[in-house]
């Protein structure tokens, strides 16, 4: 059973940073492309990173340049560093990992999911 516990969300005001953290249990971490995912009030649910079980980052274009995706696999654990936050980044933000090679697989229909943390910020 793999578990996802997401942490590190808040309220801010624009302009500030927050740090979104996701540990992983009960898999070997190194195998799983890691992701995170957003979902605002009302709106579908959206790609927002993800880094690969090699280390390569993809980003959405709307958060490209003010977020950083990374993971420690000796921690087992994939982080959201996020600044120059907009008030459109509130939203619940969700980790999730895959077991693919293909990052397309976590992107669209990812294997396991956290339960989300809240971000707010504030205009």
């Known amino acids: 059973q793999v578990q996802l516990v997401e942490s590190g969300g808040g309220l801010v005001q624009a302009g500030a940073s927050l740090r979104l953290s996701c540990v992983v249990s009960g898999r070997t971490f190194s195998m799983y492309a890691m992701g995170w995912f957003r979902q605002a009030p009302g709106k579908e649910r959206e790609f927002v990173a993800a880094?690969?079980?090699?280390?390569?980052?993809y980003y959405s274009d709307s958060v490209k340049g003010r977020f950083t995706i990374s993971r420690d696999n000796a921690k087992s654990t994939v982080s959201l560093q996020m600044n120059s936050l907009k008030p459109e980044d509130t939203a619940v933000y969700y980790c999730a990992a895959d077991r693919a090679i293909a990052i397309e697989a976590l992107k669209t229909n990812a294997d396991y999911w956290g339960l989300g943390t809240q971000v707010t910020v504030s205009s």
């Open positions: 880094i690969s079980r090699n280390g390569i980052t």
